[in-house]
């Protein structure tokens, strides 16, 4: 009764599946082509949100080992490490479609997941709905035996989630591949040079809609996008649904990995790529992603310290980006039980208590005239209503914290974000404002890097 409840839905709602003229709706409508769908205005809570927490999670946290690519490794590129390691550690004739009923997610606590996320400071969550394995954490139509709830944890981790996450005011986004290495509909599109889309029509665009008809994400993070064409895709003609006729159509805020010619020229934001970090202010509305475990996005059992990135990094990445008028993603990878290890746990702790009190210069903030000082990457601006924020990332020596960008006035009024008590200043020649810092005291709060000044009446 469920699929046939689903598939109801998706004829009446999928532009591929209906004869009729779409439902009216008000305000603009967009049609399925790139200068209209990329003239939607972004929603404006994206921008506001500023920080966010990715989660990747699929049958490769069973192996744990190289990386979430662990199957294309192994099978694809044929790489004699990974095959020597499954030697090792699993039966003979092991395949990958072995790995899932131990993909267990018997400790996965929602909750518990969602309150950690909250006390990260993140505003929103991206959580993986299916990586480019092409197992899905929710019991999909289109994946048969392939998913969460047909095997492994019998679960439907999405939804659990959706809902932990929601509660507590967090915006839910879905990580989703186009593409699949190994699904024999895509091997045969593949072939055929991307003419045909068999894989498509049976697979990519099925989920797509039922993932926005069940659980109305507030953010559809693609990915797998690399091989072929928007047009093979059919990108366009799904988004101008989701903008004009989805249950989401006013809130739902996309990227820009929608096919070889679209990262970082189409889609609602920009990521342009894993990673990426833009070395002046872009034009556009763009995220910079990055993974708490330098040589992965998924949990591997094989993890270094050195390989986990410190506290005075993430600091400095997050307040960088937002300088420069981005969001932070920042990821972590569960364990097949669904436990994240604790040392990631420490990681976002580490920059939830960093926001609690420097939040004020993050959140719902501008970029300012000027992104850094003097070009030096130990301070950052940010600005907000009238209020400019200097965040800077080593404590001055002399406990002066040397400005060159701000122009002071007789109004001017300084505060450290932590402190009510209001900082002595003065200006000097050539145009250089020194504030007097609180050295005494910046022990008592609950981080070691990184400090906010927020200055009123400067220009």
Known sequence: ?????????????????????????????????????DARPLPGWFDAAKVGIFVHWGVFSVPAWGSEWFWWHWKGELRPDYER???????????????????????FQPEEWAQLFQDAGARYVVFTSKHHEGFTNWGSEASWNWNSVDTGPHRD???ELGEAVRKRNI??????????????????????????????????LPELYELVLRYKPDLIWS???????????????????????????????????????CSCKHGGFYNCQDKYEPSALPGHKWEMCNSIDKRSWGYRSNMQISEVINESTIILQMVRTVSYGGNYLLNVGPTKEGLIAPIFQERLLVLGNWL????????????????????????WYTSKGPAVYAIFLVWPKDNVLTLSSPVVSASTQITMLGFSKPLKWQSSPPQELQVFLPS???????????????LLGVS
Not at 233 to 261: C, E, H, I, M, Q
């Open 1 to 37: 009764m469920a699929s046939v409840r689903f598939w109801l839905l998706l004829l009446l709602f999928s532009p591929l599946c209906r004869g009729s003229s779409p439902p009216s709706r008000a305000g603009p409508r967009y049609s399925p082509d790139w200068g209209s769908l």
């Open 356 to 379: 609690k009190v420097n939040g004020e210069a993050i959140y719902e903030s501008k970029p300012w005239r000027t992104q850094k000082e003097n070009r030096s990457e130990e301070t």
């Open 171 to 204: 915006s839910y986004g879905l990580y989703h591949s186009l593409f699949e290495w190994f699904h024999p509909l895509y091997l045969l599109d593949k072939k055929n040079s991307f003419k045909t889309q068999f894989f498509v029509s049976k697979k990519t």
């Open 157 to 159: 981790l999405v939804g």
């Open 85 to 107: 390691f499954v030697l090792r550690r699993f039966p003979p004739d092991t395949s990958y479609a072995d790995f899932a009923p131990l993909f267990s997610a018997v400790d």
């Open 440 to 454: 005494e005291n910046r022990w008592l709060l609950p981080f070691e890097h990184g400090w906010a000044v927020k």
């Open 223 to 261: 990915d797998g996008d690399w091989e072929a064409p928007d047009t093979y895709w059919n990108s366009t003609s799904f988004l101008a649904w989701l903008y004009n006729d989805s249950p989401v159509k006013d809130n739902v805020v996309v990227n820009d990995r929608w096919g070889t010619n």
